[in-house]
C-alpha cells in the first residue's frame, strides 16, 4: 500500500507560481503512473495531469497546458506539479494519485487509480 502526502499549497496572487509535491510512502514509484487532481467547492474532482512511470509521456488538461509542468524524482519518491500563471479559477483542493502499471496517453490518463492523498489546497485570488 502506499500512502500520499501532498504539500506545497498555500495562498497566491493571480499570475504566481506554486509548486506541489507529493510524497510517496511505502512502497517504490518506479512501476506506478502518478496524477494530480483538483476539486473546487461544488464541483467534480477532474484530472490535472498524469505522468508516465519512465516520466516519458505526460498528460495536461487543456485549462493548465502551458502553465502547468509535472515532474517526478523515482530517487526521492515524489512527483511534483509546478504551476505558473496562476489564475482564480486554479483554485480547488489538490490531489495526488497513483495508479500501478498504468498507461499513459497523449490523450488522457488512467481512469481508476489504487491510492489517493488527502489534498492541499491552492487559493488564488484575483
Known amino acids: 500500500q502506499v500512502q500520499l502526502v501532498e504539500s506545497g499549497g498555500g495562498l497566491v496572487h493571480a499570475g504566481g507560481s506554486l509548486r506541489l509535491s507529493c510524497l510517496a510512502s511505502?512502497?517504490?514509484?518506479?512501476?506506478?503512473?502518478i496524477g494530480w487532481f483538483r476539486q473546487a467547492p461544488g464541483k467534480e474532482r477532474e484530472v490535472v495531469s498524469c505522468?508516465?512511470?519512465?516520466?516519458?509521456?505526460?498528460y495536461y488538461a487543456d485549462s493548465v497546458k502551458g502553465r502547468f509542468t509535472i515532474s517526478r524524482d523515482n530517487a526521492k519518491n515524489t512527483i511534483y506539479l509546478q504551476m505558473n500563471s496562476l489564475k482564480p479559477e486554479d483554485t480547488a483542493s489538490y490531489y495526488c494519485g497513483t495508479r500501478k502499471y498504468g498507461v499513459v496517453f497523449a490523450s488522457g490518463c488512467p481512469i481508476e487509480y489504487d491510492n489517493w492523498g488527502q489534498g492541499t489546497q491552492v487559493t488564488v485570488s484575483s
Open positions: 511505502g512502497a517504490p514509484l518506479d512501476y506506478y503512473v
Open positions: 505522468i508516465s512511470t519512465s516520466a516519458g509521456t505526460t
